[in-house]
């Protein structure tokens, strides 16, 4: 059945008084510092990938610049973080936002390391047919993920270019690499993104700068429940999280959001010093095969 689901679905301010936060990892340690005097701004951080990745940043040593639309949480999310972090409203459709939260970034910490272009929307499932495809939707998903993301690495390289070194991200998805994984505007969107870092790579390497993607199986994100949950109204919370889990290839392991957070944090790290123009699948082998249905001998005539 849950197979059969997975072909159907469309995928994929102010400074406030600060707390002291000391973030420790699963297994009960703190960071190593791999990230230690760093400067990080994440897009669309206030909740999701966004916001794990800033958590595992923040506890790996890194000054991180929350940057999202959403006022509410993403203050809350650098409240919640100390002194670490600081959130700046930001819209990414709007390039003189972008350009703003970057140079905060830069006027408060002398610099910017690391530039993570994460925002992104899925845009409208329904309907699902390119003729019946709402060019004004699409354009909005376009504005966000493609547009947003060149903005984020067009203003981040600016900064860069000067010292001569940085990192730059951007979230694609597997709806990047195989079709009929999610809505049209989507799928189209995040096949660019692997498009863009390609093309981008072709110069940025040449001045030291790295820029790299990752691109994530379905995870049970707020995004992503509130997006199936169109599908099946009545169903609990942990219903659908047991849906996107159970479109998992990689037995006994599910993949969640800390998965893709570690790998933003590899990417960011020294440790990947000589990668650039790379695209990380983080997909447990979904994308790496296609069973074929072979009918069983009583099922031949």
């Known amino acids: 059945?849950?197979?059969?689901?997975?072909?159907?679905f469309k995928f994929g301010t102010n400074d406030l008084?600060?707390?002291?936060?000391?973030?420790?990892?699963?297994?009960?340690?703190?960071?190593?510092?791999?990230?230690?005097?760093?400067v990080a701004l994440i897009t669309g951080s206030a909740s999701g990938l966004g916001k794990a990745t800033?958590?595992?940043?923040?506890?790996?040593?890194?000054?991180?610049?929350?940057?999202?639309?959403?006022?509410?949480?993403g203050s809350q999310v650098a409240y919640d973080l100390g002194s670490s972090a600081f959130f700046v409203p930001c819209d990414v459709t709007d390039e003189a936002q972008v350009a703003e939260a970057i140079h905060i970034a830069v006027a408060r910490h002398g610099k910017l390391d690391i530039m993570y272009n994460n925002a992104g929307i899925t845009g409208p499932a329904i309907p699902p047919s390119i003729t019946d495809l709402d060019l004004n939707e699409f354009d909005r998903v376009m504005r966000i993920n493609v547009r947003g993301t060149v903005a984020g690495?067009?203003?981040?390289?600016?900064?860069?270019?000067?010292?001569?070194?940085g990192s730059i991200l951007c979230t694609s998805s597997i709806s990047?690499?195989?079709?009929?994984?999610?809505?049209?505007?989507?799928?189209i969107s995040k096949f660019t993104v692997a498009g863009i870092v390609k093309s981008m790579a072709s110069e940025l390497c040449r001045v030291g700068i790295r820029i790299n993607c990752i691109s994530p199986t379905p995870?049970?994100?707020?995004?992503?429940?509130?997006?199936?949950?169109?599908?099946?109204?009545?169903l609990t919370?942990?219903?659908?999280?047991?849906?996107?889990d159970g479109f998992s290839e990689l037995k006994g392991v599910k993949c969640e959001?800390?998965?893709?957070?570690?790998?933003?944090?590899?990417?960011?790290?020294?440790?990947?010093?000589?990668?650039t123009g790379h695209n990380l699948i983080v997909d447990g082998g979904f994308t790496s095969f296609k069973n074929l249905g072979f009918p069983s001998l009583d099922q031949i005539a």
Not at 237 to 244: D, G, L, P, T
């Open 1 to 8: 059945m849950l197979r059969s689901l997975a072909r159907n």
């Open 17 to 38: 008084v600060r707390k002291p936060a000391r973030f420790y990892s699963r297994n009960g340690r703190a960071g190593d510092g791999r990230l230690e005097g760093k």
């Open 54 to 73: 800033a958590h595992e940043f923040v506890q790996q040593g890194a000054q991180v610049i929350i940057a999202d639309v959403d006022t509410h949480l």
């Open 153 to 165: 690495i067009k203003h981040a390289a600016r900064v860069m270019l000067p010292v001569g070194s």
């Open 176 to 187: 990047g690499l195989m079709g009929g994984l999610g809505p049209h505007p989507y799928t």
């Open 219 to 234: 995870i049970p994100t707020p995004m992503s429940l509130a997006q199936i949950g169109q599908f099946f109204p009545g």
């Open 237 to 244: 919370q942990e219903q659908i999280v047991a849906i996107v």
């Open 257 to 275: 959001e800390i998965d893709v957070a570690r790998a933003a944090l590899y990417l960011a790290s020294d440790e990947a010093k000589y990668i």
